[in-house]
């Protein structure tokens, strides 16, 4: 297939990325909804993202960000040797971009977005690495963040007891966080998962950081309660696991 093949197919997969990112979170039945208001559009001003929302008024900038980006990484992807093979990494990075912008817009990990990413990691794992590595690498995953979540929902529990406080109605990490660690175990394996955690640790740390020094020129202060998803890191990790892979 030749590159501008791929680079047509990756614009379309970025429509569906854009599509499942606006109409999953909001149940919307599959009609297509504004990123912003959530009000219904008909198809041919949906697609026209640069033009105004006709109910808020706002242009939904993501839709063609997504699909510069799937056009640019579609391409890079084609050009560069996979040890994986192109088609299981652009797949891959399809639906990571998914998740990416629905965690960061929505805060949110959807059970069938996860359900189904834990279908293609095993898929995919077992491909790789075979049964018992990939189920190794599964039960790693899902295990420490299971642990992460009883400890650190548990620690803000006991904070806000201490103060005196009602409990935080969002807690500090999402179950869907957790499937989502377990993908990420069962794409790699044992003892690729334990990488990919690295990875997504790493990425996480180096973005926080970022951000503490952006707020402290911007605002003056340090930013220690801002909300950090972190479903786009581990994602982020997962795919930089696959491609360093010898
Ligand atoms: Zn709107």
Redesign the pocket.
Known sequence: MALAGVVLLSILAGMVVNYAADVLPRRSGGKP???????P?PWGAYFRWWQP??????R?WRHGVVLALMAAVGAWLWLSPLKWGFWPVWGLTVYALAVIVMDVEHRLILHSVSGFGALLGLVLGVWRHGWLPTLWGGLFGAGVMLALFFLGNGYVLWKARRAGEPPPEEPALGFGDVTLMGVLGLLLGWPGAAAGLALAILLGGAFSILFLLYGLVRWRRLVMDAYLPYGPFLMLGTLLAILMAK
């Open positions: 909804v504004c990123m912003f208001c959530g009000q559009m929302c006709p109910h808020c008024g706002r939904r």
